[in-house]
Nanobody
Framework: QVQRVESGGGLVQLGGSLRLSCAAS????????IGWFRKAPGKEREGISC????????YYADSVKGRFTISRDNVKNTAYLQMNSLKPEDTAVYYC????????????WGQGTQVTVSS
């Protein structure tokens, strides 16, 4: 079964850190760029980061630049989003998604993981 499974979400205090993982099963992640998105209640879905298939190119939204770091381990078939200096406005459901490149539409979405930042 082809899946992208996010994990690592949870409740954290202001200024805390979390690392999200996006594990691929049933296919090889190395051929895909990975995007991280988030959806907060009452807000539009926001694309926050992307990493190219070989990890050589990364993109960040201004809202997370300098605080979040995207990475991937193609041997482990997993991508990561390290989130530091978390703020209450980072509270959202976070999704990973595969795409042919960071400029291409999303092919498939993961199921999402909740991140809640308390003040």
């Amino acid at each position: 079964q082809v899946q992208r499974v996010e994990s690592g979400g949870g409740l954290v205090q202001l200024g805390g850190s979390l690392r999200l993982s996006c594990a691929a099963s049933g296919f090889t992640l190395v051929y895909y760029a990975i995007g991280w998105f988030r959806k907060a209640p009452g807000k539009e879905r926001e694309g926050i980061s992307c990493i190219s298939s070989n990890g050589g190119v990364t993109y960040y939204a201004d809202s997370v630049k300098g605080r979040f770091t995207i990475s991937r381990d193609n041997v482990k078939n997993t991508a990561y989003l390290q989130m530091n200096s978390l703020k209450p406005e980072d509270t959202a459901v976070y999704y990973c998604a595969t795409r042919r490149s960071c400029l291409a539409p999303v092919d498939y979405w993961g199921q999402g993981t909740q991140v809640t930042v308390s003040s």
